[in-house]
């Protein structure tokens, strides 16, 4: 299948007035080849993907321009051609694996019921062969033991990779990726792209990757754009637009890129500050599989303590046992001044979790100063976050992923907190703004003397601001030490192994079989940049 883009415009209007997300927008994709998209958040990268299968909001309207799949005129299929379209010749993966999958199903049917859609026929048992093959292909441990889960069991990074197992269930002439190894750890978002590439050169799929994170985009596309307030400002061999830009606006982006060989500048933090958060002898489990197996952890004032690991190894059932957000064995101790109602805020990975939809960016704001004790105006605080004034009286609907994080992360820090638990705080954000969060994070971390539980699959963000470095893998501690230890010089095999794959795994080797392979020094420049 070829997808031809032409002269699309694409206006958004609400009560405020009308807003043009999509300028103009055209580009080409060809059977076989792997299209990157990217630009900051709010550029309107999701919305171009959306219009291609007219997924688009009932605000949205498409003011000109066509979408040519291999000869069919999207913006004109009728209802049920439009229907066979989605579901038997292209598949999408979107950002928020929480809305793509059903909450009331396990998660098994749901990939055998993509099986029978994509393919046709009955659908087939949740622990047959083409359920199971799907599962193992996409990752997952244990595919006839997590297939029989409901969503909310698995991490985040599991649901996403089974919404990607459902996606490939229907072995799309077109993949339409958004964003879609957000929340996976570098080897597993290594594993999932090779089976794209594997995929696309199997099926001769067309495959649109949409994301920020420029590297990932460079490794596995064939040609890149980059978009800027819905406009195409460059274009061209994905290596050579994100190793040498032309644009002004697409050196910022390579430029804002956390380096994993870069320490973070030294602070207040000593051995002899205060202890505040204590854990001794922390253990969960979900029946007979245990997620965190009696983890022992002090975090003193001001420290950052940052918790990595592959998806599934335990990082977030630890920051929501430590926030009192579920039950567990073994205790928690926090030593926070009696003014503190709220001594632990968190920051989830999925902002659309904890925003209130019919509230708007203000509201939610000027309700978490309130509550808190803040000093800032709603406005200061959304300053300090990079959230533009005109978006605060927007509701979380009309915010895009990046905007929706930002509220949230504001929101955690309206008002003085001993610990501030970040899980993944960043992961939806562009190189850019994830940048100018991390500033503000290292800021607050020398003034407030807030300490933070940062829980991050990104080493190369964990370098930027972590103190110390826990390494986790099946629910237990495999390795802690300061950062600059775990980075130089790590003692355990599986610590190396996550530091070689942030260094090195999101680049050019993983490349499809059609790029040309890639030598150590040209993966260096992409850290040099």
């Not at 927008?25 to 998209?37: K, N």
Request: net charge negative.
């Amino acid at each position: 299948m070829t997808l031809n883009v032409r002269s699309l415009t694409i206006d958004y209007t609400t009560n405020r007035g009308t807003r043009t997300a999509v300028d103009d927008l055209s580009f080409t994709i060809a059977r076989g080849e792997a299209y990157g998209l990217v630009g900051e958040s709010g550029s309107g990268k999701s919305t171009a993907a959306l219009a291609l299968v007219r997924y688009l909001a009932d605000a949205a309207v498409v003011r000109s321009g066509e979408i040519d799949l291999s000869g069919i005129d999207v913006l004109t299929l009728d209802p049920e051609p439009l229907r066979q379209l989605r579901s038997q010749r292209v598949s999408t993966v979107y950002q928020e694996p929480g809305r793509a999958l059903n909450p009331t199903m396990r998660v098994g049917v749901q990939v055998a019921e993509a099986i029978a859609v994509g393919r046709g026929g009955p659908i087939p048992e949740i622990g047959s062969p083409e359920v199971l093959e799907l599962l193992d292909r996409v990752g997952l441990p244990a595919p006839d033991q997590l297939g029989r889960r409901y969503p909310h069991q698995l991490s985040g990074g599991q649901a996403q990779r089974v919404v990607i197992a459902m996606a490939l269930a229907v072995q799309p002439e077109l993949l339409i990726l958004d964003e879609p190894t957000t929340g996976l750890d570098v080897q597993v978002e290594a594993s999932i792209l090779a089976l794209v590439n594997e995929l696309r050169s199997e099926l001769d799929a067309a495959v649109l990757l949409i994301s920020h994170n420029l590297p990932l985009v460079g490794a596995h596309c064939d040609r890149v754009g980059v978009l800027q307030n819905g406009v195409l400002v460059e274009e061209g061999v994905a290596r050579d637009v994100l190793t040498r830009p032309r644009h002004e606006y697409t050196r910022t982006l390579v430029d804002a890129l956390p380096d994993i060989d870069t320490p973070k500048p030294q602070w207040l933090v000593h051995d002899d500050s205060p202890v505040v958060v204590s854990v001794r002898g922390l253990r969960k489990a979900y029946g007979p599989t245990v997620a965190v197996a009696g983890i022992d952890l002090d975090i003193r004032q001001g420290e950052v303590v940052a918790v990595v690991g592959e998806s599934g190894s335990g990082k977030t059932t630890l920051g929501r046992a430590i926030a009192g957000l579920t039950t567990h064995e073994g205790t928690v101790a926090i030593d926070a001044p009696k003014s503190q109602h709220h001594p632990v805020q968190m920051v989830f990975q999925s902002p659309d979790a904890t925003l209130n939809p019919r509230r708007s960016a203000r509201r939610i704001l000027a309700r978490a100063v309130k509550l808190l004790g803040g000093e800032l105006t709603v406005e200061e605080l959304a300053e300090k976050v990079g959230l533009e004034p005109e978006l605060l009286d927007r509701l979380p609907g009309e915010l895009s992923g990046g905007q929706k994080q930002r509220v949230a992360i504001a929101r955690a820090f309206a008002g003085p907190s001993t610990l501030v638990v970040c899980d993944e705080p960043v992961s939806a954000l562009d190189v850019s703004v994830q940048s100018r969060i991390l500033a503000l994070l290292r800021e607050l971390q020398v003034t407030s003397g807030v300490s933070y539980l940062f829980i991050s699959h990104d080493l190369a963000v964990v370098r930027a601001l972590a103190d110390r470095v826990v390494v986790m893998r099946g629910g237990e501690v495999l390795e802690s030490g300061p950062a600059d230890q775990i980075y130089t010089d790590p003692q355990h095999p599986y610590t190396r192994v996550l530091v070689e794959a942030a260094r090195y795994g999101a680049l050019p080797d993983s490349a499809a079989a059609t790029r040309p392979a890639t030598d150590d020094s040209e993966r260096m420049a992409w850290h040099s940049n």
